[in-house]
């Protein structure tokens, strides 16, 4: 375990679902993210949380919706999404935004499937 | 948008050889740092080097970084069967708020 923890692993849901999912770290970390992971294709950045807040939103389309209740929980909320949107998701986490001298901290990811 | 590009995108060995595997980037940056990926699983985060830095080594690991050239290489001596995975360069510069990843290169190494 890195200490960043990931759930679901895998999840299937149908294009008309409503799922989500969680990150947790307790590594004591104040900056959260989300990617996505698509095959062959470069790790893409979705959202960044900076204490709780969210800084960057890179163009994401609104059936991803983040939630950051405090700065151990991540979490990203799905719905209505489309078969091309899946891949593994992964969460990460550094001590501070943007200034990770011991680099970033990953989840093991979620590979999603929407069928 | 994408910072890190490496290079090859494939790479098969056999166990004791070396593999090395180089990431160009476009903007200056603070630091750059490399990760490796075991299939479907998380990165793990193998060393970082600043941009004052010229070199760097972790065990088997040497990073190099050529601030002129906007590159840098990862040498793996001696390398394992265990040490199959994607490995990535990801870059943090002074005005994003993250890093950025490349697409990666596949290492295989053969027993």
């Known amino acids: 375990e890195t200490g960043v923890t990931q759930t679901p692993r895998h999840l299937v849901m149908g294009m008309t679902n409503k799922k989500s999912l969680k990150c947790e770290q307790h590594?004591?970390?104040?900056?959260m993210y989300w990617y996505k992971q698509s095959a062959k294709k470069p790790l893409e950045l979705m959202f960044v949380y900076s204490l709780e807040e969210r800084v960057e939103n890179n163009s994401v389309p609104s059936r991803f919706s983040p939630e950051c209740p405090n700065s151990s929980h991540l979490f990203l909320h799905l719905h209505t999404l489309q078969p091309e949107d899946s891949a593994l998701y992964l969460c990460?986490?550094?001590?501070?935004?943007?200034?990770?001298?011991?680099?970033?901290?990953f989840g093991s990811g979620t590979r999603l499937t929407v069928v | 948008s994408q910072q890190g590009e490496e290079d090859p995108q494939a790479l098969s060995i056999q166990e004791g050889e070396n593999a090395t595997m180089n990431c160009s980037y476009k903007t200056s940056i603070n630091n750059l740092q490399w990760y490796r990926q075991n299939s479907g699983r998380g990165l793990v985060h193998l060393i970082l080097i600043r941009s004052n830095e010229r070199e760097k080594h972790s065990g088997r690991l040497r990073v190099t970084l050529d601030t002129s050239k906007k590159s840098s290489s990862l040498l793996i001596t001696a390398s394992r069967a265990a040490d199959t995975a994607s490995y990535f360069c990801?870059?943090?510069?002074?005005?994003?708020?993250?890093?950025?990843f490349g697409a990666g290169t596949r290492l295989t190494v053969k027993p």
């Open positions: 590594l004591g970390h104040n900056a």
């Open positions: 990460a986490s550094s001590q501070d935004m943007g200034r990770s001298s011991n680099g970033y901290t």
């Open positions: 990801a870059t943090e510069t002074y005005n994003n708020n993250d890093m950025r």
